[in-house]
């Protein structure tokens, strides 16, 4: 019989014998709580370094979340491409319609500004990014966001 195990409680999360819709679905969500179990307990020493971008967003009209991240993601993909782009491992942690905080990969920060700065338009309205500040933490960059 074979089974997929969790590492960190050796149980069997899926046997070939239990092949139900039901039981595959709470395999895999047992698989996935398992295995963010495991990525929590990674030590700060082996977690990948960020820094965290608080910018204004100035635009002739508002400007919802998806568009604006679109419209990121667009930009750093034309700049560096597919490597580039997943290298910068940008996120978007907040937003609020005139500022918000990205988080990004703490040697790729002048390659995400620069990114941001060749935003010029979103659905059509014209708009400027200006970035505030660059913090090590979400604390720091939300006391520069406020």
């Not at 100035?58 to 700049?79: A, H, M």
């Not at 940008?90 to 500004?113: N, Q, S, T």
Request: net charge positive; aromatic share 10%.
């Amino acid at each position: 019989m074979k089974s997929a195990k969790c590492k960190s409680q050796n149980k069997p999360v899926f046997t070939k014998e239990s092949f139900t819709k039901e039981t595959i679905i709470f395999s895999f969500i047992q698989f996935a709580i398992c295995n963010l179990q495991f990525a929590l307990l990674l030590p700060p020493s082996l977690r990948g370094r960020r820094r965290y971008l608080v910018f204004e967003l100035i635009s002739e009209r508002e400007i919802d979340k998806k568009s604006l991240l679109k419209e990121i993601w667009d930009s750093v993909y034309s700049l560096y491409g597919d490597a580039g782009a997943s290298e910068s491992r940008i996120w978007l942690m907040g937003y609020d319609g005139g500022e918000g905080i990205l988080r990004c990969a703490h040697d790729k920060v002048e390659e995400v500004r620069a990114a941001l700065a060749c935003i010029h338009s979103v659905n059509e309205a014209r708009v400027g990014i200006r970035v505030i500040g660059i913090s090590g933490t979400i604390k720091g960059a939300t006391r520069l966001w406020r």
